[in-house]
């Protein structure tokens, strides 16, 4: 009997928007960031991840900047009001019931997300799945610091941490199924046994037409 292990990216798969961005949108809305270019400066970066040629380290050192000095307690704390206003009623339905049909037939399931740990890890318990990958960041004095800490959760970061994490588990899985919406997947696509691409990105559909295995959702629409 086989052992799958279903894999989820966070944005645009599970959810109907970039965390990220939203969660920067979030901090402005809250009076925590009062920088007047900071959210045209995030889209520009943005912009540059949907091509697939983001900095990620730029990214983070940019847009964390403004929360380095808050005590990480108060930034959990925000992140929990973020995830239940601004990002659970963004979930795909299809999503939720994907994640429930699963765990109820004891199917593991694994998020892996280019957005930082303290957002992934909130998002995906919220939406039931408890075992979740982000980037993980330096900590100083309590607080989270804008720097990237062992390898990021991005592009082939996201199989090199997730080899790591299959040797840290007791479970040994031999089938792995891959969810996402981005070229920037495009890496853990083709590693995965299975790959599903939802409301794939231009890049990705195109890369899809070499790989007729892949299936194709339309979540949302």
Known sequence: MSKPLHIFDMDETLVNGDCASLWSAFLVRKGVVTDPDYLATDQALMEQYAKGELDMEEYIVYTLAPIT??????IDSLVDEFVASDILPLVFPEALTLVKSLKESGVACLVISATVTFIVKKV???IGIEDALGIELV??????FNQ???IATYREGKILRL?????EQTNSF????FYSD???????CEYADYAYLVNPCERLSAEALKHPEWQIFEWGK
């Open 69 to 74: 000095h808050i005590p990480q307690h108060e």
């Open 124 to 126: 995906a318990q919220a």
């Open 139 to 144: 900590s100083k004095d309590d607080c989270y």
């Open 148 to 150: 990237v800490t062992g």
């Open 163 to 167: 080899q790591q994490w299959l040797t």
């Open 174 to 177: 031999d089938e792995i199924h």
């Open 182 to 188: 981005s070229i920037n997947d495009l890496p853990l």
